[in-house]
């Protein structure tokens, strides 16, 4: 599975912004889908994670209420919806694909990589 992330950009604090995952192969429907996020100096950060159906997902608490994941399995695509932004949300967003089952936290689950979108958040 190839995956490109887009939608990134500079936004002002207390916006929204939905970042797009377009996945290339025919199996897209059968991997776990994840967000994470690294900012600079900081370590890659997990955001949350959509089952392969669809289904269910999971937030840190962190991101609960304000960041919410979607999926199109017709257009193998998954989304990141991001509102209320705040300047420590500046970060390069990255979506990846994990094994069906259990979402998840550990990028080590997860066996293919966007090539990341950068998301600056101004104050």
């Known amino acids: 599975v190839q995956l490109q992330a887009s939608g990134g950009g500079l936004v002002q604090a207390g916006s929204s912004l939905r970042l797009s995952c377009a996945a290339s192969g025919r199996t897209f429907s059968t991997y776990n889908m994840g967000w994470f996020r690294q900012a600079r100096g900081k370590e890659r950060e997990f955001v949350g994670g959509i089952t392969w159906s669809g289904t269910s997902a999971y937030y840190p608490d962190l991101m609960k209420g304000r960041f919410t994941i979607s999926r199109d399995n017709a257009k193998n695509t998954v989304y990141l919806q991001m509102n209320s932004l705040k300047p420590e949300d500046t970060a390069v967003y990255y979506c990846?694909?994990?094994?069906?089952?259990?979402?998840?936290?550990?990028?080590?689950?997860?066996?293919?990589w966007g090539q990341g979108t950068l998301v600056t958040v101004s104050s």
């Open positions: 990846a694909a994990g094994r069906a089952g259990m979402i998840t936290t550990s990028s080590r689950a997860y066996d293919f």
